[in-house]
């Protein structure tokens, strides 16, 4: 079962910047996509990135022009660029992948986001 450890979450600034990296433990990138959604208290999970096998990204139209997904094929990671960050991106962050034609997903653990006005 392929793993998934994320990281960089953290308490900052409206106006600022984090990035999320999530890796994985094998490489799966040509065989799922990847990306990120959030879940602030309260409210539903929310898609907010992702990146298909072939490389092609599109987001939430909440966080479109603010963020930015990315991989490292020799880090077997991928990233989540946060800027411009508001109050309301205040969430746990979780890392997904879902296999092409599975309708299974891999779930990292979640990363903190806090993000104070």
């Known amino acids: 079962q392929v793993q998934l450890v994320e990281s960089g979450g953290g308490l900052v600034q409206a106006g600022g910047s984090l990035r999320l990296s999530c890796a994985a433990s094998?490489?799966?990138?040509?065989?799922?996509?990847m990306g990120w959604y959030r879940q602030a208290p309260g409210k539903q999970r929310e898609l907010i990135a992702r990146?298909?096998?072939?490389?092609?990204?599109n987001y939430a139209d909440s966080v479109k022009g603010r963020f930015t997904i990315s991989r490292d094929n020799a880090k077997i990671t991928v990233y989540l660029q946060m800027n411009s960050l508001q109050p309301e991106d205040t969430a746990v962050y979780y890392c997904?992948?879902?296999?092409?034609?599975?309708?299974?997903?891999?779930w990292g653990h979640g990363t903190q986001v806090t993000v104070s006005s």
């Open positions: 990146i298909f096998s072939g490389g092609s990204t």
């Open positions: 094998e490489n799966i990138f040509t065989t799922h996509s």
């Open positions: 997904y992948a879902r296999r092409i034609g599975s309708v299974n997903v891999i």
